[in-house]
């Protein structure tokens, strides 16, 4: 059965710092992986999405990678913002259509 | 296109009431993913739609929940008789069956069972 965890489970820094969030999956038979964003009370907004095949994407000041091998991806954010606080979602595609996520990690950038 | 929405965005009911939800899914996507959330976890899949056909549904849906994707447009979920323990945030989310596939979430439907 696919778990994923991600650590931290909440994290503050202040603006302008460089960032990791981690994120792990006990099952490396995946599809994809996708990083997500979700704001207090919305919906989730897709940041990044990896195949199985690839190592890592890059959008803007956000870096994410993937090693299969060992069950983990991590997002880099550069030069954190108070914009970018909010609640980031690692989400994992298992070979069906099922897609299992973490708990997430609570990011809060003080200005 | 706007995105994916859902409708209504809130709803309260109470215990032993039937409830029903609405997606609009991206207009070229043909497929749809239910989910639902609940406070400081992770949205959980509870069910998987290409075009009208229901291809995976997960445990968590149990018999009072069923959804349905007519002509493989719109979806709609319905819980009957709803209990307390069934107040979550409802997530729809779409796709386009392509290599990517990455999934676009609606705002969600937030129910309240009293």
């Known amino acids: 059965k696919q778990e994923v965890t991600q650590i931290p489970a909440a994290l503050s820094v202040p603006e302008g710092e460089n960032l990791v969030l981690n994120c792990s999956f006990t099952?490396?038979?995946?599809?994809?992986l996708q990083w997500f964003r979700q704001d207090p009370g919305k919906g989730l907004t897709s940041l990044l999405l990896i195949q199985s095949s690839q190592r890592e994407q890059t959008s803007g000041r956000l870096n994410a990678s993937l090693d299969k091998s060992s069950g983990r991806s991590t997002l880099y954010i550069a030069a954190s913002q108070p914009g970018d606080s909010a609640t980031y979602l690692c989400a994992v595609r298992t070979g069906g259509f099922k897609t299992i996520f973490g708990a997430g990690t609570r990011l809060f950038v003080k200005a | 296109d706007t995105g994916v929405s859902q409708n209504p965005r809130h709803k309260i009911t109470k215990r032993g009431q039937n409830v029903t939800f609405r997606c609009d899914p991206i207009?070229?996507?043909?497929?749809l993913y239910w989910y639902r959330q609940t406070l400081g976890q992770g949205p959980e899949f509870l069910t998987y739609f290409q075009n009208e056909a229901q291809l995976e549904k997960s445990r968590l849906l149990s018999d009072r929940f069923s959804a349905e994707r007519p002509k493989g447009s719109f979806s709609t979920l319905e819980i009957q008789r709803t209990e307390q323990g069934d107040s979550a945030m409802y997530l729809c989310?779409?796709?386009?069956?392509?290599?990517?596939?990455?999934?676009?979430f609606g705002p969600g439907t937030r129910l309240t069972v009293l």
């Open positions: 989310a779409s796709s386009l069956e392509t290599s990517t596939d990455t999934q676009y």
């Open positions: 099952d490396s038979a995946i599809y994809n």
């Open positions: 207009s070229e996507h043909n497929r």
